[in-house]
């Protein structure tokens, strides 16, 4: 997996996924799916531009809290984007104020599978009190996230 992190607004993450781009699709753009390598069940519902999904997190440590992204884009097999509120951790704390950061997962083919580039930006617009915390954690999750998808289209075909 390649990093790159070049500013204080964005995160940017690659990995080579061993898997046919539409197999990496499903699991971006299915509700079910995405939650089973995120650790959150959004229960029955679908992704589609412009709709609010929320789930419970079932990440051992944040099951009290609830993931709310809204879904901006959804081209099949190339890209799937949504905003939410970045490290939204602290259940005293209403983040529905701020500004919310973009997500945005691209697919292309790969040698190797395909490869998966998921950028989050918009940072910079966070409260800065948060900011920095948001950005690192973010990064480190990343991180796992990408190799979470990764396993979980690698095991569950």
């Known amino acids: 997996m390649t990093e790159k ?4 607004d964005r995160i940017e993450k690659r990995i080579v996924v061993r898997a046919p781009r539409g197999r990496v699709w499903r699991a971006l753009s299915d509700a ?4 089973a390598w ?3 069940d959004f229960g029955d ?3 589609a531009p412009g709709a609010t999904v929320r789930g419970q997190l079932t990440v051992p ?3 009290h ?3 709310e992204i809204v879904i901006e884009r959804m081209e099949p097999g190339r890209a799937l984007s949504y905003r939410w509120h970045p490290y939204a951790v602290d259940p ?3 983040y529905s104020k701020e500004p919310t950061t973009l997500v945005v997962f691209e697919l292309q083919d790969a040698p190797e599978g395909t490869l998966l580039t998921v950028v989050e930006s918009g940072f910079d617009r966070i409260p800065l009190q948060r ?3 948001a950005l690192r954690m973010n990064d480190q999750g990343w991180t796992e996230q990408m190799k979470n998808v990764a396993a979980h289209v690698a095991h569950a075909r």
């Open 32 to 35: 079910r799916e995405f939650g």
């Open 65 to 67: 809290l609830t993931m």
């Open 92 to 94: 005293n704390t209403d």
């Open 61 to 63: 440590g944040y099951e």
């Open 5 to 8: 992190n070049a500013s204080t």
């Open 131 to 133: 900011r920095e915390e």
């Open 38 to 40: 995120f650790g959150v």
């Open 45 to 47: 519902v679908s992704f």
